[in-house]
């Protein structure tokens, strides 16, 4: 039977108490399934901060390297407001992302029939959504140098970020997005603002160039980032697949997310290169929700897209794609049945804590 | 009688069919309005490449910075896809932005009641919602050098573009916010990208700031980029005032224009620093919506938000409030009165032209 190592970070927030649900399911799959995981768990963000005074410790970096998958909750909240840059919470999510590489960020953004009613647009405009927003993650503003803020005296200050990138950079990322699109609907729109940027001059001609060599029978077409935002609030399911930088794709899959009514239901995959040899590709689970401070330690916290989070890497790391089928339908066995956590409830309907969520999957499985 | 000057650059599109509106409405007030107006017209954008090999000339740069005021349709379209990026129309409307120094740019996205089902979002949601975004428009990664394309050889090239604010451009926006919000619902939010951008962080501590030294009693909120972006299609009416820097402003003023559903009604304005004497301040006014190249030429476009421009030039540039205030309630008669240009048509409605709608703006006048 092999055997797959997993590291869980919970995080902070709703992180540890969705996390705890899927050590339920982990359980299950141990005793059921057709392989072994042997688990380690470690320490990200504020609750890092508070045991190391670093937002991710060397030694849980060591593990996140060993694993063959990283799954995450969330993390940061206000308690770590005043902590010093360099080592907020959220230093630790991206320093995990570019230490281990992991460029590609797959964010879909699913309407799930049954829970169409709590989005915000109008029903026949997201029920059947099915997009996936493939987001670059190890490279333009969030990574450039300089990045700094310079005292100018006159108690004048300059804050300064430098958006880069390089053709491979571009190359890879749209490499992912043409891929997944012939396994879809053959489509793919490729965002940026050309019109302001030169980062965006040269994306539009990487992927352009790219797409004429190696895709052709993809169909490709270009949206303004600004343009794109107001087209997926206008009219979503135009879209399938779109790629695009890491800050734009931080707006655009929230204001994607947004549309499906259900945050937290959405999971996300985040992979690196594949290794030339073994074909295996680092890579880390998490949920596209935050870590909700406000509803922290209640219990009430939605668990689903953190197990979806779990099905993604039964799939792309562990090749148990039957099994991550399985823990879908589960899932959608457990929405079916009319469980309903209170984010996605409706008003006046009963809801159910974190744990019988998660128990109801369980038991659907 | 005082005389106003006024510089109409239509641009590209169904920019000239809707300033051809502005021109009716110019010749009714100038027949009965207490004011004159010195009307000079010239070309920006695609049009004044054709005809001057550069997106606006220094000819007609002068006019702009020698008028009381600038309206301006709209720039761009496909046929000049292929043009130099140095030259490209949009480098016209930058020039003039940057030249004149409009650094303020407020973006109303107000829904009318008569429209709100053309919205994509739940009437409720939407019905009398009133957001005023205070986008910072001269600064930021539109301007900041290093801005360029390096080859790096091995087929490898480096796109670059830097986001840079000062102390002053920070300060300078949020106190036209503040101010704003005083008049309005006496609420800010400010937002930015301060867990990874260092911008963000001095964007944060100046507003942050400004807002303890000088406008206490306003109500002052952050919101990272993404989680405003998420909570404008959530539940957009919670937000009055938003100030936020010029490429968030980008992308969030058009998800908020979006939200109304009628992008065809939406004016701007971009405004300067008063001179300390005159108090006069530069001033550009212009649809939100762009040149809108599928329906170019065809006589269907909205002039609405093109007048509702012009409103606001006789607010804020030439002190004609009254005027202003008729101006707009002809606007909203007319849409009483059931004309509908097709954008804002709901299916089955009969439309008016352009021009109709014009010429019911001036009936209503
Ligand atoms: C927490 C934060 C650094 C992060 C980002 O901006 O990438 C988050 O918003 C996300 O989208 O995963
Ligand atoms: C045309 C373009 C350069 C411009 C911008 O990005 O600022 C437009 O999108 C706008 O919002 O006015």
Same mark, same amino acid.
């Given at each position: 039977?092999?055997?797959?190592?997993?590291?869980?970070?919970?995080?902070? /927030? @709703?992180?540890?108490? *969705?996390?705890?649900?899927? $050590?339920?399911?982990?359980?299950?799959?141990? %005793?059921?399934?057709? !392989?072994?995981?042997?688990?380690?768990?470690?320490?990200?963000?504020?609750?890092?901060?508070?045991?190391?005074?670093?937002?991710?410790?060397?030694?849980?970096?060591?593990?996140?390297?060993?694993?063959?998958?990283?799954?995450?909750?969330?993390?940061?909240?206000?308690?770590?407001?005043?902590?010093?840059?360099?080592?907020?919470?959220?230093?630790?999510?991206?320093?995990?992302?570019?230490?281990?590489?992991?460029?590609?960020?797959?964010?879909?953004?699913?309407?799930?029939?049954?829970?169409?009613?709590?989005?915000?647009?109008?029903?026949?405009?997201?029920?059947?959504?099915?997009?996936?927003?493939?987001?670059?993650?190890?490279?333009?503003?969030?990574?450039?140098?300089?990045?700094?803020?310079?005292?100018?005296?006159?108690?004048?200050?300059? /804050? @300064?970020?430098?958006? *880069?990138?390089?053709?491979? $950079?571009?190359?890879?990322?749209?490499?992912? %997005?043409?891929?997944? !699109?012939?396994?879809?609907?053959?489509?793919?729109?490729?965002?940026?603002?050309?019109?302001?940027?030169?980062?965006?001059?040269?994306?539009?001609?990487?992927?352009?160039?790219?797409?004429?060599?190696?895709?052709?029978?993809?169909?490709?077409?270009?949206?303004?980032?600004?343009?794109?935002?107001?087209?997926?609030?206008?009219?979503?399911?135009?879209?399938?697949?779109?790629?695009?930088?890491?800050?734009?794709?931080?707006?655009?899959?929230?204001?994607?997310?947004?549309?499906?009514?259900?945050?937290?239901?959405?999971?996300?995959?985040?992979?690196?290169?594949?290794?030339?040899?073994?074909?295996?590709?680092?890579?880390?689970?998490?949920?596209?929700?935050?870590?909700?401070?406000?509803?922290?330690?209640?219990?009430?916290?939605?668990?689903?897209?953190?197990?979806?989070?779990?099905?993604?890497?039964?799939?792309?790391?562990?090749?148990?794609?039957?099994?991550?089928?399985?823990?879908?339908?589960?899932?959608?066995?457990?929405?079916?049945?009319?469980?309903?956590?209170?984010?996605?409830?409706?008003?006046?309907?009963?809801?159910?804590?974190?744990?019988?969520?998660?128990?109801?999957?369980?038991?659907?499985?």
């Amino acid at each position: 039977m092999p055997t797959h190592t997993l590291l869980l970070l919970p995080g902070d /927030g @709703i992180g540890p108490e *969705v996390m705890a649900e899927v $050590e339920k399911v982990l359980a299950w799959l141990g %005793a059921n399934g057709p !392989a072994a995981f042997e688990v380690t768990r470690g320490l990200v963000g504020g609750c890092a901060i508070d045991a190391h005074g670093v937002p991710v410790s060397d030694a849980d970096m060591a593990k996140a390297e060993a694993a063959d998958a990283v799954l995450l909750g969330a993390v940061g909240g206000p308690k770590w407001d005043g902590v010093p840059y360099e080592i907020r919470p959220e230093a630790g999510l991206l320093r995990l992302r570019k230490d281990l590489g992991l460029f590609a960020n797959l964010r879909p953004a699913i309407c799930h029939a049954a829970l169409a009613d709590a989005s915000s647009l109008k029903r026949e405009l997201v029920e059947g959504l099915d997009i996936l927003i493939v987001r670059e993650l190890t490279g333009g503003v969030y990574f450039g140098e300089p990045k700094q803020i310079v005292d100018l005296g006159n108690g004048q200050k300059r /804050g @300064i970020d430098t958006q *880069v990138y390089d053709t491979y $950079e571009i190359e890879r990322i749209a490499r992912v %997005a043409f891929e997944l !699109a012939r396994l879809r609907s053959g489509r793919v729109v490729s965002s940026e603002k050309r019109n302001v940027m030169m980062s965006g001059v040269l994306w539009h001609q990487t992927v352009s160039a790219l797409h004429a060599r190696h895709y052709p029978e993809v169909q490709l077409r270009h949206e303004l980032a600004d343009a794109l935002g107001m087209k997926l609030v206008q009219a979503p399911k135009q879209f399938d697949v779109i790629v695009t930088d890491n800050l734009f794709g931080d707006m655009l899959s929230d204001v994607a997310a947004m549309l499906t009514g259900s945050l937290g239901m959405l999971p996300s995959a985040s992979l690196g290169e594949a290794d030339p040899v073994t074909k295996r590709r680092k890579a880390l689970y998490e949920p596209v929700h935050g870590s909700a401070p406000d509803i922290a330690g209640r219990g009430i916290a939605n668990p689903l897209a953190m197990l979806g989070s779990l099905a993604m890497a039964l799939r792309y790391s562990f090749d148990m794609g039957a099994e991550a089928d399985r823990l879908e339908r589960a899932i959608a066995q457990a929405l079916a049945e009319g469980h309903r956590t209170a984010d996605i409830a409706r008003p006046g309907e009963p809801t159910v804590s974190t744990s019988a969520m998660g128990d109801a999957v369980l038991a659907a499985l």
